[in-house]
C-alpha cells in the first residue's frame, strides 16, 4: 500500500507548502509597499481562513465518501459518485448562500472581529467595506475548488491540483502582483482583485479537470 500513499500524501502536503508560502509572499510584496493596506488583506486573508473551516471540513468528509461510492456500496445501499458529487456542491452552496446574506445583505463586516483591544484604523475599515465583494468572491471561488479538489482527491487524482495551484496562484497571482505593484507602480490595493482573478482561473482549471474526471468515472 506505501505506493498508493506516497502517489497521493507528498502532492497534497505540497499543495498546503504551497499555498501558505503564496499568502506569506503576497504579504512581503505589500509590506514593501503599503503597511496600512496590509493590515487589510492580513484581515481579509484571516476571515477566509475562518469561513474556509465549513468547506474543509466537507472536502474531508468528501473524500472519505468518494472511494466508497466508487467501490458500489455504503452500508447496504449502492452508492453512486454522481450522488456524493451532487450533494457535497448542494451543501457548499447553500453554506455560500447562508454566508453571502450575512455578509452582503446584513453587511456583517466579520473580517473586523479580528481587532481586539484597539479601535480599528477609519482607512483600514474603508478599506474593508470596499473589498466586501471581492473578499466573498475570493471565499466562494475556494470554497468551491476545496470541495471538488476533496472529490477529485477521493478519486485519486491529486497531480491536477498541484499544478493548478502552482500555475494559477504562483503563476498567475504573484507574476501579475509583482507586475502590477513593482513593474507598472499600480496602487497596492489591486492586490486584492489580483487574489480574485487568481482564485477564478483556479476555480475554472479544476472544474475542466473535474468534468472531464467524471465523465471518465
Not at 140 to 154: E, P, Q, S
Not at 186 to 214: G, M, P
Request: neutral net charge.
Amino acid at each position: 500500500m506505501l505506493p498508493d500513499f506516497l502517489r497521493v500524501g507528498p502532492p497534497t502536503a505540497g499543495i498546503f507548502l504551497i499555498e501558505t508560502m503564496l499568502f506569506t509572499g503576497m504579504m512581503f510584496l505589500l509590506g514593501r509597499n503599503n503597511t496600512e493596506f496590509l493590515a487589510t488583506l492580513g484581515l481579509i486573508f484571516q476571515y477566509a481562513t475562518m469561513a474556509m473551516m465549513i468547506p474543509i471540513g466537507l472536502s474531508q468528509a468528501t473524500v472519505q465518501r468518494v472511494p466508497v461510492s466508487v467501490a458500489g456500496n455504503v452500508g447496504n445501499s449502492p452508492a453512486n459518485l454522481k450522488q456524493v458529487t451532487q450533494a457535497s456542491l448542494v451543501l457548499v452552496g447553500l453554506y455560500l448562500v447562508v454566508l453571502a446574506v450575512l455578509h452582503l445583505g446584513f453587511e456583517i463586516r466579520f473580517s473586523e472581529l479580528f481587532v481586539v483591544g484597539a479601535p480599528l484604523d477609519t482607512q483600514v475599515r474603508d478599506d474593508i467595506d470596499r473589498a466586501k465583494f471581492l473578499t466573498f468572491a475570493i471565499i466562494a471561488f475556494h470554497a468551491l475548488i476545496i470541495v471538488m479538489a476533496g472529490i477529485l482527491r477521493g478519486i485519486g487524482d491529486v497531480q491536477s491540483r498541484l499544478w493548478i495551484v502552482l500555475i494559477c496562484y504562483w503563476g498567475a497571482e504573484l507574476g501579475l502582483g509583482v507586475y502590477l505593484i513593482e513593474v507598472a507602480g499600480y496602487l497596492v490595493e489591486n492586490s486584492i482583485k489580483v487574489v480574485a482573478i487568481a482564485k477564478l482561473l483556479s476555480l475554472l482549471s479544476i472544474l475542466l479537470r473535474f468534468t472531464k474526471t467524471l465523465r471518465c468515472s
